[in-house]
């Protein structure tokens, strides 16, 4: 079964606009965490954000915010004010057991978000 | 953040072919190396973790003689692909887990994009 699902296959915003990029997930474990990374065409992984499943507030980090509900599993991604460089592919991932650093990243399918002038 | 290098960057073989790809870790030392591919437009799938001083662990479906793991020292993993075929075509990543560090900080080396002809 998939432990992170990112429906969007592909996503259009126009530029300065907002945009919510989906990301779901899976898991039994009570602690976990989740990442943001952004993939451009370089192929380098960005990390961008994170959320422990502890964490009360949901994160940001400057452009980004994470859009975290427990209840749902969803752990969704808002980037704030586009630009043009933030045309790449996102990817979302987990880490099962948060404080277990040596676990593994799952990640889900991606979506590739394309900013128009 | 951590600093992690792959060598090379790029590298295209025949097929028959073994190619060695170097990750190192520049600033600090890692016990534990993730290795990921990721097929072009797919998302990144775990291959299999190389272990400081035993054998490295591989994911279901990874052919253990066909990609050689070998975690030569705290700051040196190699990922050997033998006889390389055309589906072994891929982009290889490496990512240390954040051993000593904020537990989130999960950072990846560049990538190699192998093609074999």
């Known amino acids: 079964a998939q432990k992170i699902t990112q429906t969007q296959p592909g996503m259009f915003v126009q530029e300065k606009e907002a945009v919510t990029l989906d990301c779901t997930y899976d898991t039994s474990d009570p602690s976990y965490g989740l990442f943001w990374y952004k993939q451009p065409s370089s192929g380098e992984m960005i990390f961008l954000i994170y959320?422990?499943?502890?964490?009360?507030q949901n994160a940001t980090e400057g452009r980004y915010s994470l859009n975290f509900q427990k209840a749902r599993k969803s752990a969704n991604l808002v980037i704030s004010a586009s630009q043009l460089g933030d045309s790449a592919m996102y990817f979302c991932?987990?880490?099962?057991?948060?404080?277990?650093?040596?676990?593994?990243?799952?990640f889900g399918g991606g979506t590739r978000l394309m900013v128009k002038p | 953040g951590a600093v992690v290098s792959q060598h090379p960057s790029w590298v295209i073989c025949k097929s028959g072919t073994s190619v060695k790809i170097e990750c190192r870790s520049l600033?600090?030392?890692?016990?534990?190396m993730f290795w990921y591919r990721q097929f072009p437009k797919q998302s990144l799938m775990l291959m299999a973790t190389?272990?400081?001083?035993?054998?490295?662990?591989?994911e279901q479906g990874v052919e253990k003689d066909k990609f050689l793991i070998n975690h030569a020292s705290l700051t040196l993993s190699t990922l050997t692909v033998t006889s390389a075929h055309p589906e072994d075509s891929s982009f290889y990543i490496c990512s240390p887990p954040p051993s000593g560090r904020e537990y989130y900080e999960q950072f990846f080396g560049p990538g190699t994009r192998l093609t074999v002809l």
């Open positions: 991932a987990m880490r099962e057991g948060v404080k277990n650093a040596g676990n593994m990243l799952t």
């Open positions: 190389s272990n400081e001083g035993s054998k490295a662990t591989y």
């Open positions: 959320q422990g499943s502890y964490d009360q």
């Open positions: 600033d600090f030392q890692a016990t534990t």
